[in-house]
Nanobody, 114 residues
Framework: VQLGEAGGGLVQPGGSLRPSCAASGSIFSINAMGWYRQAPGKQRELVAGFTSRGVTNYVDSVKSRFTISRDNAKNTVYLQMNSLKPENTAVYYC?????????WGQGTQVTVSS
């Protein structure tokens, strides 16, 4: 299983980004997939994700600004990030959990700065 992320970058405060994560290999229909982030000097934390039952979870600080979605036919998840703030600056990682195994992407840098 491999996870390929794309769509990070530099954006001004108030701007938007929509990173994507495509899973390849042996992907099962029942899995949990989502986005985590790690800022310098901080622990990695869940930003938004789908549980194996398709329920979405968000960290409180991004609710109403970020939306996670998925295209099951493409094994791809997206993270629509609106109204970005400097404190959203971090490396964003895609994570897939299936059959008791956890897989991580290489991460994509998101920088919010004027």
């Amino acid at each position: 299983v491999q996870l390929g992320e794309a769509g990070g970058g530099l954006v001004q405060p108030g701007g938007s980004l929509r990173p994507s994560c495509a899973a390849s290999g042996s992907i099962f229909s029942i899995n949990a997939m989502g986005w985590y982030r790690q800022a310098p000097g901080k622990q990695r934390e869940l930003v938004a994700g789908f549980t194996s039952r398709g329920v979405t979870n968000y960290v409180d600080s991004v609710k109403s600004r970020f939306t996670i979605s998925r295209d099951n036919a493409k094994n791809t998840v997206y993270l629509q990030m609106n109204s970005l703030k400097p404190e959203n600056t971090a490396v964003y990682y895609c994570r897939l959990r299936q059959l008791g195994y956890v897989y991580w992407g290489q991460g994509t840098q998101v920088t919010v700065s004027s």
